[in-house]
């Protein structure tokens, strides 16, 4: 037994076969559907939109190609342990899991000058539960980066600016739709091994697949919306060795699932049953502001991938002084070529 074959086995996560089985099934419970285009106008013309995107992606990085920009390859696979998958106040119980993650993704580069670069993209990927399957999901993905550097030299600092658009199918609909995220990055090497980023964005998301649970209370609970900032910095250690740390704060729309007599439902702007977590489970949408730090420590694999071992934690205070608690170990195998 290789050492594959033993994460596989001990740990009860199917192999990747079996997470190609999930993007594909998932993504086509994700179609939109007609009664769902009809009472929910928004998600649709998001949908519209992310198709829009991908169309224009991809013939701009057809013409990038013919144009002779560089066009790569970048693929990844992980799989992380969240302590609270469901965001859930302790109270009401947290529900830990265990998911094994792939993506693959193509790109084309060009620089219009020797200052500035632009960076096209579109990708796919899955993601798979061990316990919870019905948050099993796959996705595709469409973005665009244009990137700015002040200077020559590599301590010379830039600017970035990106925008993602994606569709996520779960296996249970409620949280399936499309969405889009804008950002704005600055970032500064200080000598050949440290490199600090800091950066603001905006995040939307749809969904319209919610379960009425009480009559006049919205059922799209993921219909999200936030803001948020981060920092960073980055330390290389000899030429194998990275070790990075990012801190945020984010306001805005979050979801947490809890009991139809939960105390937070007087502060719900949404409601819908949840069948991820069993029954009489809901979930809410709320008004929350999160802080999260983490810590990765990269190996490299050579000139083109790497392994890297991360942990992170997140504390979201909701309405009326509640707060849950989350945090995360993973492990990451990136390839870019």
């Given at each position: ?5 033993m ?53 701009a ?6 144009a ?29 899991d ?36 019905g ?41 399936s ?27 939307q ?35 194998a ?50 802080r ?15 392994i890297?071992?991360?942990?992170s ?25």
């Amino acid at each position: 037994m290789n050492l594959a074959d033993m994460v596989f086995h001990q740990s009860k996560i199917p192999a990747a076969s079996e997470t190609a089985q999930v993007v594909d099934d998932s993504m086509k419970r994700a179609q939109c559907r007609n009664d769902g285009c009809n009472t929910r106008a928004r998600g649709c013309l998001a949908q519209h939109l992310l198709l829009a995107l991908a169309a224009f992606a991809a013939s701009a990085a057809t013409a990038a190609s013919a144009a002779g920009a560089d066009v790569g390859f970048d693929a990844g696979a992980s799989i992380v342990h969240d302590s609270n998958v469901s965001r859930s106040l302790a109270s009401e119980g947290t529900q830990a899991d265990t998911s094994m993650a792939g993506f693959a993704a193509a790109r084309a580069y060009f620089a219009p000058t020797s200052a500035d670069g632009v960076t096209l993209s579109l990708g796919a990927g899955g993601e798979r539960f061990e316990r919870y399957r019905g948050l099993d999901n796959g996705w595709i993905s469409a973005g665009a980066a244009y990137r700015r550097k002040f200077g020559l030299g590599y301590e010379a600092p830039w600017v970035r600016a990106e925008a993602l658009a994606e569709y996520h199918g779960y296996d249970v609909d409620l949280r399936s739709g499309p969405r889009l995220t804008s950002r704005v990055e600055f970032g500064k090497r200080f000598g050949e091994r440290v490199s600090a980023q800091a950066g603001a964005y905006y995040e939307q998301r749809w969904s319209s697949h919610g379960t009425t649970a009480y009559p006049g209370v919205a059922d799209d609970v993921y219909d999200l919306r936030g803001r948020g900032v981060y920092a960073g910095v980055s330390v290389a250690f000899g030429d194998a060795f990275t070790l990075g740390a990012h801190a945020g704060l984010r306001r805005g729309d979050v979801a947490s699932t809890a009991s139809e007599w939960s105390p937070l439902l007087s502060a719900a702007s949404a409601i819908s049953e949840d069948p991820t977590f069993g029954n009489e489970r809901y979930a809410y949408r709320l008004r929350g502001t999160t802080r999260n730090a983490d810590v990765t420590l990269s190996y490299a694999l050579g000139d083109r991938a790497s392994i890297n071992l991360s942990i992170s934690g997140a504390y979201t205070g909701v309405a009326q002084g509640y707060a849950y608690r989350s945090r995360a170990t993973g492990i990451a195998w990136l390839y870019r070529y």
